[in-house]
């Protein structure tokens, strides 16, 4: 996967996702897959404990196989991590995948992946993603600290005021047009969320509409 990458975000609550690979890679791979993911497979020689326990825990629909990978387990698949240690092993499974369009990240090779990670930055309601050059490990997790590091404490109040600021106007009637954020962002309106003075954040929001 070469070039500017095209950047989404996906829904797997209806995905079955294919995980080769047993180490410290596939580990994170797996705890950073979403909590409603449909169902996981993981196929290994052999699995580190990390990986036991968390998937003892996980809520999903999940099977392991203390084995090396078959082509075989690519049927019903929409999504695959080829996560071994082995470089030859992820080329071909990422060959694979590719031959029958499923989508896959290949851990060693960015080239032969379909898709790549995103440094996810959660804070509050807010959701970042970071994308960087894949031959740079580590730049997009860093960034993703400084960013999180510039989000204010309270974003999360913020998102939740101008959702309700929102509904109030549709319920009045009214359509109301977007924020300047930057505007915003330059206000009170923390200030005011931070010594619990609604009404006075809901006015300053009012005032930066665009």
């Known amino acids: 996967m070469d070039g500017a990458a095209y950047l989404v975000s996906l829904d797997l609550s209806s995905t079955n996702v294919l995980v080769v690979g047993g180490g410290k890679v596939a580990a994170r ?51 695959v991590f080829a996560a071994t240690s082995d470089t030859a092993v992820n080329l071909e ?15 060693s090779d960015s080239a032969a992946s379909t898709f790549s990670n995103l440094a996810v930055v959660n804070k509050g309601g807010l959701s970042v993603g970071v994308s960087s050059n894949p031959k740079v490990p580590g730049f997009s997790m860093a960034i993703g600290k400084l960013i999180e590091e510039m989000l204010p404490a309270d974003i999360d109040r913020l998102l939740v005021l101008a959702a309700e600021v929102r509904s109030k ?32 954040a809901e006015e300053s929001l009012d005032e930066c509409h665009l």
């Not at 499974?93 to 851990?107: D, K, P, T």
């Not at 977007?178 to 609604?198: A, H, M, P, T």
Request: some cysteine; aromatic content about 10%; glycine content about 6%.
């Open 29 to 79: 791979k797996i705890k950073g897959l979403p909590a409603d993911l449909l169902s996981l497979k993981v196929v290994a020689p052999e699995v580190i404990s990390d990986i036991t326990a968390f998937l003892s825990e996980a809520s999903w629909d999940f099977t392991l196989f203390h084995r090396r990978f078959d082509a075989q387990d690519l049927n019903c698949c929409d999504l």
């Open 93 to 107: 499974v990422s060959r694979l995948a590719m031959e029958r369009g499923i989508l896959v990240n290949n851990v």
């Open 169 to 200: 106007a549709l319920s009045s009637g009214h359509s109301p047009d977007g924020l300047d954020w930057l505007k915003v962002f330059n206000s009170r309106v923390f200030e005011y969320i931070r010594q619990g003075e609604w009404s006075q």
